[in-house]
Every structure is written in C-alpha cells, then in structure tokens.
C-alpha cells in the first residue's frame, strides 16, 4: 500500500485483480515514473533476458518518462504562476501592512489627540473651577463686608440714637433741674418778701408802741 489518492475511485470487476491492481499503480501521478524505471532496472538487471518484458518495460518508462517531463514543466509553470502569486500576495500584504500600520498610528494619533483635548478640557474645567472659587469667594468677601458695613451702620445708628435719647434726657433733665431752681427761687423770693413785709410791720408796730 502507497497511501497515494488514487484518481479512480469505480474498479471494474471483470478485468483480473493483477491487472486492475497494475492499471491503478500505472495511473497513480507520483510513483508510476519511479516504478516503471525500478521495473525497466529490474528486467535488464541478470543474466536471461526476457525481451517482451524489457520491451513492455521500455514502453512504460517511455510513457512515463514523457508523462513525467509534461509534468515537471507543468509544475514548473504552477510554480512559476505561484511564484508570480507569491509576489502579489506579498505586495497586498505589504499594502494591507502598511494600511494597517497607518490605521494604528492613526489611531494612536487619535487617540492622543483625544487625550490631549481631555487633558485640556480637564485643566480649562479646573481653571473654571478655580475662577468660580475665587468669585464666589469674593463674593461672599464683598457679602460679608457689606452686611458688616450694614450692622457698622446700623450700630452707628443706634448709638446716635442712644445718644440722642440720652442728650434728650439730660436736657430734661437739666430743665427739671433749671424749673426746680426757678420755683425754689421763686419760694425763697416769696418768703424773703413775706419776711420783709412782717419785719416791717413789726418795726412799725414797735414804732407805734
């Protein structure tokens, strides 16, 4: 057995099995060069010689020799188109290699990019945020001094008011004081005339006496 495909695959019963097993060894592409040589070796090899064999023999290396050759210049011109295959198959790979080597550093360009844009929206977001800290801070400085300004105010207020109720006070005060001191002069006056009028009639009642 030579573990070779065979390209018949129908075997015809009526023929005898040594023909049949011949014919199918003789068709076989690859070993059938090789065997008829090995036979043609074979029948000339020793002393007796059997013509019909060497003929038979002759016959078959002949065909074979020229099934061969068609055949090597066959696979000659397959390995000649192959080979031009080849060289298209390596152009398109070195196309598609370098379609996808641009494609990758495209991509890497991309996404740098994309990275760079990030990190510049994320420093702008952070300055924004920055910028919106400091606003609201002075914001809420400006806030705070003027609701400090509003109280300073608003204290000055009320203690001008305070002021003004204790300036109001002590003037009245100062007027009750001012009233009292007129009604105690007012009194002393009345009782230094009441004092003078009785002294007076008592001189003159002493007079009289």
């Known amino acids: 057995c030579t573990n070779v495909p065979l390209d018949h695959k129908v075997v015809l019963k009526l023929t ?38 060497i003929l038979k023999n002759f ?31 390596r152009r398109c790979l070195d196309a598609a290699s370098t379609l996808s080597v641009q494609s990758v550093c495209r991509t890497f360009l991309a996404q740098s990019s994309l990275i760079t844009q990030q990190d510049q929206q994320k420093q702008e977001l952070a300055g924004s945020a ?8 002075t914001f809420l400085a400006q806030q705070y001094l003027d609701i400090a300004s509003r109280r300073r105010r608003q204290a000055e207020l009320a203690a001008s008011e305070r002021c003004k109720v204790v300036a109001r ?41």
């Open 130 to 137: 920055l910028q919106l800290q400091a606003r609201s801070r």
């Open 59 to 89: 016959r078959n290396l002949t065909t074979s020799l020229a099934e061969g050759i068609s055949e090597l210049e066959r696979w000659r011109r397959f390995v000649s188109q192959a080979e031009l295959v080849l060289q298209d198959v």
């Open 16 to 53: 005898p099995l040594k023909s049949i097993v011949e014919h199918l060894l003789i068709a076989t592409p690859k070993p059938r060069l090789e065997r008829a040589a090995t036979d043609a070796a074979a029948a000339i090899s020793g002393e007796s010689h059997d013509v019909g064999r």
């Open 169 to 209: 006070t002590f003037a009245a005060k100062l007027w009750l004081l001012h009233v009292r001191n007129l009604r105690r002069r007012c009194q002393l006056s009345k009782q230094l005339v009441v004092a003078c009028r009785g002294s007076h009639r008592n001189g003159i009642l002493e007079l009289i006496r």
